[in-house]
């Protein structure tokens, strides 16, 4: 059986202020989508480094999605530089924002 493999990086926000009243979550993340890429809706958009930003709510499970945890090891030490890469490219990115 062949299975797909990748990075999941996945990003929460939290906001805290004093005395103030917080601002709706859709409307945080309407305005990190518009700041990405203006014109994106909740259904999300692929990156230019190939990710893809989307808003991802509920509960699943993480896991390798392969058949034995060995098997997924070998993986990422084999990818574990080109992904970085990328994962070092998506950081960038939510701290411009």
């Keep these: 059986m062949r299975r797909v493999f990748g990075l999941e990086t996945e990003y929460g926000f939290f906001c805290h202020v004093n005395g103030a009243r917080l601002p709706a979550r859709e409307n945080v993340i309407r305005y990190v989508f518009e700041q990405t890429v203006p014109g994106v809706r909740n259904g999300g958009v692929f990156l230019e480094n190939g990710g893809r930003f989307y808003l991802d709510s509920g ?3 993480a896991d390798w999605s ?3 945890l060995v098997g997924g090891d070998a993986r990422t030490m084999r990818w574990r530089d080109p992904l970085q890469a990328h994962d070092e490219e998506t950081e ?3 701290t411009a924002l």
């Design 92 to 94: 960038q990115l939510m």
């Design 66 to 68: 392969c058949l034995k």
């Design 59 to 61: 509960y699943h499970r």
